[in-house]
């Protein structure tokens, strides 16, 4: 039985609208064994199971899909090491300081800037 057509569709950024069309909960059925590796596959890409399935669905049948939306993922991951990067970074700046080491603590911070600033010239952000 075929679905009747969508009324009226939202456009979706490939017709040059920038709002996300809305997306609707729909209920399929896995054995549970196949719903597992496609957990797991969907885990060790950092993409949800609704993501890799409809990404995998239109493509096989030759539908433009956008990469999904890992950034939501992504920026809270990369807050957290930067958080543990700076205590530890503090920790041990603390403890070259209190062994008499602050020259050599000095160098690595301007070598640091000095790469910094190579990086940035590099990406185009001159910062």
């Known amino acids: ?27 399929i059925r896995f054995h549970d064994r196949d719903w597992d590796l496609i957990e797991t596959f969907a885990v060790m890409r950092g993409i949800t199971t609704s993501e890799l399935i409809r990404a995998t669905v239109l493509t096989a049948i030759g539908a433009e899909t956008p990469p999904p939306n890992t950034r939501s993922r992504l920026v809270p991951q990369i807050e957290l090491i930067f958080r543990y990067t ?13 062994n008499g080491r602050g020259e050599q603590l000095e160098a690595l911070v301007r070598s640091a800037r000095e790469l910094q600033g190579e990086l940035n010239k590099g990406s185009g952000t001159g910062r």
């Open 1 to 27: 039985m075929n679905p009747a057509p969508r009324p009226n569709p939202a456009p979706t950024a490939a017709d040059g609208d920038q709002t996300p069309e809305k997306q609707t909960p729909r209920t």
């Open 86 to 98: 700076h205590i530890l970074a503090t920790a041990l700046r603390d403890e070259m300081r209190e």
